[in-house]
């Protein structure tokens, strides 16, 4: 099937994942190694999409293939959709935690309307499993509020609360 999508909607929506698991990394308090575990988990959980939903043209699309034939190709790819996003947070004046966490449910939402408009209800529905599976991966990848990685709660308040409001937004 092929994808009836606008260069910048397919950006859109090969950024909302990686929004997802950026707010994910920010909404609880990991400290640094933390926080860097998560976005190393983030990262991971991104890229699976392709072997995770090797039928998915959608994800197949959006996410690089880094064992692909043209490993260049995929490369520039994910830097032209990195490129858009970095440009478009920067106009629209992202500069905090809070305003990103905004904008990633507004651009989820967005991604939602997109989804139920233009792909296939298969190709919707294992998008948003997907997405969520990259908050849910990033939430579980360290834990919050203990000390030098001991103790501390698998799942704080702020990520359950986070996840949640995902789900809500991308209808999941």
Known sequence: MALNLTEDELHLLASVPQMIGSAMAFAGRSGLFGTGKEMFVSAQSVLAGVKDFPSNALIQAVVPDMKAADRNAEIAQARSAREWGMARMKAKGIDSADKFRAQTLEDCRAAAQLLTSKVSPQEASEYKQWAMAVAEKVAMASTEGGFLGFGG???????????????SALGA
Do not use: C, I, Y
């Open 153 to 167: 709660e698998r799942l704080s308040t702020g990520e359950k609360q986070l996840l949640a409001e995902l789900k």
